[in-house]
């Protein structure tokens, strides 16, 4: 059973940093593309940055210039280092492969920059 567990949110000021992480079990990263996505209140779920099992990775405008994503395919894990922070990345985040699977969703983690 494929399980993805995001960490590492919470609660920072504008212009500060959070890195994000997110843990999975099974196969999916040796056989998946992987991406971040995220959902603010009343608005839909979109993808923010994404990166291919060769490490090529792709951003949405809106965080280009201050987020990362990496991946360490030993370990499992995908992380997003997000830099800069502003109020509209007010949202929680989640992981999920490219393209999103709905039985992969975890629970996300909260990310939330007050101004």
């Known amino acids: 059973q494929v399980q993805l567990v995001e960490s590492g949110g919470g609660l920072v000021q504008a212009g500060g940093s959070l890195r994000l992480s997110c843990a999975a079990s099974?196969?999916?990263?040796?056989?998946?593309?992987m991406g971040w996505y995220r959902q603010a209140p009343g608005k839909q779920r979109e993808l923010v940055a994404s990166i291919t099992r060769g490490g090529n990775t792709n951003y949405a405008d809106s965080v280009k210039g201050r987020f990362t994503i990496s991946r360490d395919n030993a370990k499992n894990t995908v992380y997003l280092q997000m830099n800069s922070l502003n109020p509209e990345d007010t949202a929680v985040y989640y992981c999920?492969?490219?393209?999103?699977?709905?039985?992969?969703w975890g629970q996300g983690t909260q990310v939330t920059v007050s101004s």
């Open positions: 099974g196969s999916i990263f040796s056989r998946n593309d």
């Open positions: 999920n492969s490219i393209p999103r699977v709905p039985r992969y």
